[in-house]
C-alpha cells in the first residue's frame, strides 16, 4: 500500500514522517502522475486557501475530487479538513475544495495563531488514553449531514463543535496529529479506512 501526501504546501514532511514511522510507504505528491501511483491520499494542515490554488495551477484539483468520489481513501488534517469539506464559512475569494465530507466547516474557528491550544481528547476508533490533539488556526464542523460519523467534539461556551468526523473513505480533524508524535490517529486511518478499501 502506497499513501501519498499532497506536497503543495503546509507540513506535508511532518505526515510522512509518521507514516514512514509506522511503516507505510509514503510519497510527497505534486502532480497527477504522483497522485495515480498511490493507493491513498493524506492533505496536509498549512493554508486551505493556498493549497486550493495550487491544486488547481498544478492541474490536480480535478483529479483528486476524482480520485475521492472513486473510493480513494483520503485524510486531511486542519486545512484538510476545510479542502475536505462540502462547504466552507467565511471562504476566501476563489477558494475551491475537494469535497468528500458532507460538513459544513468554518475557517480559523477557534481565533487566530496566538489563540492556538492544546486539549486531551476522547476520540471514538481511538483506544488507549485521550489524544493530545493541537489546535492551530483550526476549523470547526458547523454542520455535518446525516451519514457523517462524528468522532470527537470540543466544547465552546457551552456549545459542542465537531473536531474529527469520518464519512466513507474520507477522515478529517481540524487538529494536528502530525504534529503531536501521537500515531494513532494516522493508524487508525490505515487500518480502518486505507487497508479495507485497498484490500477489496
Same mark, same amino acid.
Given at each position: 500500500?502506497?499513501?501519498?501526501?499532497?506536497?503543495?504546501?503546509?507540513?506535508?514532511?511532518?505526515?510522512?514522517?509518521?507514516?514512514?514511522?509506522?511503516?507505510?510507504?509514503?510519497?510527497?505528491?505534486?502532480?497527477?502522475?504522483?497522485?495515480?501511483?498511490?493507493?491513498?491520499?493524506?492533505?496536509?494542515?498549512?493554508?486551505?486557501?493556498?493549497?486550493?490554488?495550487?491544486?488547481?495551477?498544478?492541474?490536480?484539483?480535478?483529479?483528486?475530487?476524482?480520485?475521492?468520489?472513486?473510493?480513494?481513501?483520503?485524510?486531511?488534517?486542519?486545512?484538510?479538513?476545510?479542502?475536505? $469539506?462540502?462547504?466552507?464559512?467565511?471562504?476566501? $475569494?476563489?477558494?475551491?475544495?475537494?469535497?468528500?465530507?458532507?460538513?459544513?466547516?468554518?475557517?480559523?474557528?477557534?481565533?487566530?495563531?496566538?489563540?492556538?491550544?492544546?486539549?486531551?481528547?476522547?476520540?471514538?476508533?481511538?483506544?488507549?488514553?485521550?489524544?493530545?490533539?493541537?489546535?492551530?488556526?483550526?476549523?470547526?464542523?458547523?454542520?455535518?449531514?446525516?451519514?457523517?460519523?462524528?468522532?470527537?467534539?470540543?466544547?465552546?461556551?457551552?456549545? $459542542?463543535?465537531?473536531?474529527?468526523?469520518?464519512?466513507?473513505?474520507?477522515?478529517?480533524?481540524?487538529?494536528?496529529?502530525?504534529?503531536?508524535?501521537?500515531?494513532?490517529?494516522?493508524?487508525?486511518?490505515?487500518?480502518?479506512?486505507?487497508?479495507?478499501?485497498?484490500?477489496?
Amino acid at each position: 500500500m502506497k499513501i501519498g501526501v499532497l506536497a503543495l504546501q503546509g507540513d506535508f514532511r511532518e505526515h510522512i514522517a509518521t507514516l514512514t514511522s509506522l511503516g507505510i510507504d509514503s510519497y510527497a505528491v505534486k502532480t497527477v502522475e504522483e497522485l495515480t501511483s498511490v493507493d491513498a491520499l493524506v492533505i496536509p494542515g498549512g493554508e486551505s486557501t493556498t493549497i486550493s490554488k495550487l491544486a488547481i495551477a498544478f492541474g490536480i484539483m480535478e483529479p483528486i475530487r476524482l480520485r475521492i468520489a472513486q473510493g480513494m481513501p483520503v485524510y486531511g488534517s486542519c486545512a484538510g479538513m476545510i479542502l475536505l $469539506s462540502k462547504k466552507i464559512i467565511d471562504a476566501a $475569494s476563489e477558494q475551491e475544495s475537494f469535497g468528500g465530507i458532507d460538513i459544513t466547516v468554518r475557517r480559523n474557528a477557534f481565533g487566530r495563531q496566538v489563540d492556538s491550544f492544546e486539549s486531551k481528547l476522547v476520540v471514538k476508533g481511538i483506544p488507549g488514553e485521550p489524544v493530545q490533539a493541537i489546535f492551530i488556526r483550526a476549523p470547526w464542523v458547523e454542520s455535518a449531514g446525516v451519514d457523517v460519523e462524528v468522532l470527537a467534539s470540543v466544547e465552546i461556551d457551552g456549545q $459542542s463543535h465537531p473536531v474529527a468526523v469520518r464519512q466513507n473513505n474520507a477522515l478529517a480533524t481540524s487538529f494536528h496529529p502530525e504534529i503531536s508524535g501521537d500515531s494513532r490517529i494516522h493508524r487508525y486511518f490505515v487500518e480502518e479506512i486505507c487497508q479495507p478499501a485497498v484490500g477489496k
